[in-house]
């Protein structure tokens, strides 16, 4: 009986996987879109990043550069970028992939423009949706994270690195895209480099910021799909050199 | 030598206004586009408007419906829906225009594209910035408004209204537009009506949100500028008919 119990539950799953992936296709209706469904990450005990920990032991709340930065003597090492976990993981650029898939389960997906349809919206803060990119012959990792600036009213940020270094990352622009009952959201950016860390975008709040309500306005049956797309900067890179 | 300070400091706001209008014709360098410099509407007594004053009335902070919902025994009268004053003012639909420009001076721009370059964005919560915007045959009302949900976080929320009715205002789209330092933030929306409340739209979190850090990213020398562009909606009135 309870064998049969979980069987039909797995089955139900399946379903409403389906229908999502059905309804997050429907929304973003451009023909060969890839729609990735990314779980949440969710961490009871927040676990403070290398950064956040480097930003504690700052006093006067001034902003303190990445660990990274300022600890690490090669400065070819990068450590472990992956949000919610603190990994003593460190390395070279080349081999952040690799780590992020192996060891934190991360999925990467190809395409010029996929769906990402994150999961669960309602869990609370603190907690991650990530996934990684790959486009225009280089990886990119996309952080949705909600998070309580404010005690009590928990935001989402949603911002993409390129993993990669900061000279790479102005050569791109990315776009998150919303896009649900008659509103449409639309962010544009030149992604970071992995080497920033990935807390002081969200506390400078230069990324894709939402409310509660616009989440929710945005999200269907706890799930919030957001359209990217990733290009080549041409006048970007052309203006900087005016 | 009042009379020769007070000359050359008028003779120095000239200058700075025109080289805002410059600045903001430079990021919107579409042809034609008129650029309206909108002043700050800044009460330190906040005079809460006939909506907030029967939230307040409500007990337990259950959103009523606004005012001129419940009280108004003509349904076709609406109150001055101007806010930050407390203006006693109610009237048709078809003279809101007037009051609007006479008793409380907001200017009305033509053209379907515009540019709102709200100035002194550092003045404190609350503070409005107002315009009237006729286009396609109808007027809308667009509000600025920088306002404390929670205490001490100032964030800024732009909404679109029409001087219409709720069945009016289906028939379009508004786009409000922000393009600065290599970001680009857009939202586009069907306008809700001026029969529905400019406060409860807010509270909603239903427009465009921007919290201080993410408004000083896309300001320049304290001045949002605000593309505005307004279509008819036949997409969203076919999808409706199906």
């Not at 990450?41 to 550069?65: K, V």
């Not at 990994?87 to 898939?101: A, D, I, M, N």
């Not at 690195?161 to 990352?169: C, E, H």
Request: proline fraction near 5%; include cysteine; aromatic fraction near 8%.
């Amino acid at each position: 009986m309870l064998f049969f119990t979980q069987c039909f539950g797995a089955v139900l799953d399946l379903i409403h996987l389906r229908f999502q992936h059905y309804k997050a296709k429907r929304v973003f209706s451009a023909a060969g879109q890839l729609v990735c469904i990314v779980n949440p990450t969710h961490s009871l005990q927040y676990a403070p990043t290398l950064c956040a920990a480097a930003q504690t032991s700052t006093e006067q709340g001034i902003l303190p550069p990445c660990h990274h930065h300022e600890a690490v003597h090669d400065p070819q090492l990068v450590p472990c970028m992956c949000p919610l976990f603190s990994c003593p993981w460190e390395g070279h650029l080349e081999v952040v992939v690799s780590h992020l898939r192996q060891t934190h389960h991360i999925n990467i997906l190809q395409g010029a423009e996929i769906v990402f349809l994150a999961t669960d919206m309602h869990l609370p803060a603190p907690t991650d949706w990530i996934i990684m990119h790959s486009c225009l012959g280089h990886q990119f990792l996309l952080v949705l994270r909600k998070q309580e600036k404010y005690e009590g009213h928990p935001q989402f940020f949603a911002t993409m690195m390129l993993i990669g270094t900061p000279t790479q990352a102005d050569n791109f622009t990315y776009r998150l895209e919303l896009n649900r009952n008659q509103r449409r959201l639309k962010w544009e950016a030149t992604p970071r480099s992995v080497l920033e860390c990935v807390d002081s975008v969200i506390s400078d709040g230069d990324c894709l910021v939402l409310n509660t309500s616009l989440a929710q306005l945005f999200s269907d049956n706890g799930s919030l799909a957001i359209g990217i797309a990733i290009t080549t900067s041409k006048v970007h890179s052309s203006e900087a050199e005016v």
